[in-house]
């Protein structure tokens, strides 16, 4: 499984931004994608995962009621719509997806919000 995020860049608070992750390779044997982030100097955390079929949704609850992770099965994409983004949600963004018992990454995406 390849793992290409698009998407990042600098944003005032308040905006918005869409980050996207292109899946290729074994795309059928995904069971979970995931967004994470790691601020500098701070550990990765998990932003918000789907799971495929069933299409159960988690967040963190920082992110709760601001961002939305969606997919698109036709595409294998996956999505996180940012909304009122804060200076604290600057970070790299990471897709992961977890397969046949291996998690993937993607090469990540900066994401950086002024104040």
């Known amino acids: 499984v390849q793992l290409v995020e698009s998407g990042g860049g600098l944003m005032q608070a308040g905006g918005s931004l869409r980050l996207s992750c292109a899946a290729s390779g074994s795309t059928f044997s995904i069971n979970i994608m995931a967004w994470y982030r790691q601020a500098p100097g701070k550990q990765r955390e998990l932003v918000a995962n789907?799971?495929?079929?069933?299409?159960?949704?988690n967040y963190a609850d920082s992110v709760k009621g601001r961002f939305t992770i969606s997919r698109d099965n036709t595409k294998n994409t996956m999505y996180l719509q940012m909304n009122s983004l804060k200076p604290e949600d600057t970070a790299v963004y990471y897709c992961?997806?977890?397969?046949?018992?291996?998690?993937?990454w993607g090469q990540g995406t900066q994401v950086t919000v002024s104040s």
């Open positions: 789907i799971r495929t079929g069933i299409g159960r949704i």
């Open positions: 992961n997806a977890y397969a046949l018992g291996y998690s993937y």
